[in-house]
């Protein structure tokens, strides 16, 4: 008998164009002893801090081997978006380029461009508004183009998919993970859990000039990123509330804290919290790191280890929810950004009659993230040119 010929490949369902290719954008990461000191210099390039003190700084990731586990959550998402990409028809190239550790962002645009791509639109791994999070991406993004405009290649055009911290895709892998964790902590514990909501702390100043200018705030508000961080929150609250039918209570806090001590950041650290819920008597707690799209160090080290030590001490219970990582859903919300910025980008280019610009899927009270950054937005203290935005 004959083998059976090779199934053939799903028929597209759905065009990405004007784009031709998908950047996966992150941070990067050490990947042994030896590249954690470079590693932290690309990060802290320009600020000046002794070789010796960033050793000092290293040393929580000497205790994972000197390895971050960044780089293997963004080969696993890479590779989950491939899948869902070729599952659904989807024909569109994406490649990985990270700041400040291999692929370097411009070794990767510089094969895009090789490949011929020249609509390249970019997913960078963080989901919510502010300089370090949005504008910071943007401004690597053009320097990496003006290298290669530099070296007499032709830059392709780059675009941004919006803030996604709303989108469906990412908050109910959220919901399961925090349903999840409940049911991890003792039953005596649990009943009157409390739910602390985690992100990366950043200085105030840059958090109440986060997201467009009309959002801005002078009072400590702390911008567009501390309100899409409670909305997101609350959206979690009320899809537990409507599964378990217990309110738990919850406090949006704060991680990762750096940077000289006198500037103020945003507050109550995480193991600040820890302590405050002990003290009111608080039977246990789940941490909810919303703010992270994967385990990646901030993760694993600021609250697998140094928050749950500050637990053990108190003899507080806790267990932390999973982030969202690889799950299918955020594949998939990603194939619909793509999808939703590619329909909006051809309705802008050939209007009509009759015609609408896409529905954008999105949680919570906010609404969907603007597609491209407006001036002012997430700006930062020295005027630098930044791509994918109107400035």
């Not at 919303?290 to 697998?304: A, N, P, Q, R, T």
């Amino acid at each position: 008998m004959s083998a059976e010929p090779p199934a053939a490949p799903p028929a597209p369902t759905a065009s990405a164009a004007p784009y031709d290719a998908l950047l996966l954008l992150s941070f990067g990461g050490p990947e042994g002893p030896d590249d954690v000191v470079p590693f932290l210099e690309n990060v802290t390039r320009g600020r000046g801090i002794p070789r010796e003190r960033l050793k000092e700084v290293g040393q929580h990731y000497f205790l994972f081997g000197g390895v971050s586990p960044i780089n293997d959550q963004n080969r696993e998402l890479l590779r989950a978006l491939r899948e869902d990409f070729a599952q659904y028809g989807l024909d569109l190239p994406v490649y990985w380029g990270n700041r400040n550790w291999a692929p370097y962002l411009t070794d990767t645009l510089r094969e895009m461009v090789r490949d011929g791509h020249r609509r390249v639109l970019t997913l960078a791994t963080s989901a919510y508004a502010s300089y370090s999070g949005c504008r910071q991406y943007r401004e690597n993004l053009a320097d990496a183009l003006a290298t290669l405009a530099d070296e007499g290649l032709e830059p392709p055009r780059v675009d941004k998919i919006r803030h996604y911290f709303n989108h469906p895709g990412f908050v109910e892998p959220m919901v399961d993970a925090t349903l999840a964790a409940l049911a991890e902590l003792p039953a005596a514990a649990r009943a009157e859990a409390h739910l602390a909501f985690t992100t990366h702390s950043i200085p105030t100043a840059a958090a109440d000039t986060s997201g467009p200018v009309p959002v801005h705030t002078e009072g400590g508000e702390g911008g567009a990123y501390v309100a899409q961080h409670r909305d997101v929150a609350r959206v979690i609250v009320d899809a537990v509330r409507e599964r378990t039918g217990v309110e738990y209570p919850w406090r949006l806090v704060y991680q990762s804290r750096s940077g000289a001590p006198h500037i103020p950041w945003l507050e109550p650290d995480i193991c600040d919290h820890l302590e405050e819920l002990h003290g009111a008597g608080v039977s246990g707690a789940v941490m909810v790191p919303i703010g992270f799209v994967s385990d990646h160090m901030e993760v694993k080290y600021d609250l697998d280890t140094e928050a749950r030590a500050k637990a053990a001490e108190l003899g507080l219970p806790v267990t932390r929810a999973a982030t969202v990582g690889a799950d299918p859903r955020f594949a998939a919300a990603v194939r619909d950004l793509v999808l939703e910025r590619a329909a909006t980008e051809r309705f802008a280019a050939a209007p009509t009659p009759g015609s609408a610009p896409p529905e954008r899927c999105a949680l919570g009270a906010l609404g969907p993230s603007h597609d491209v950054c407006p001036v002012g937005c997430c700006p930062a203290r020295t005027p630098r040119p930044a791509a994918a935005g109107a400035e």
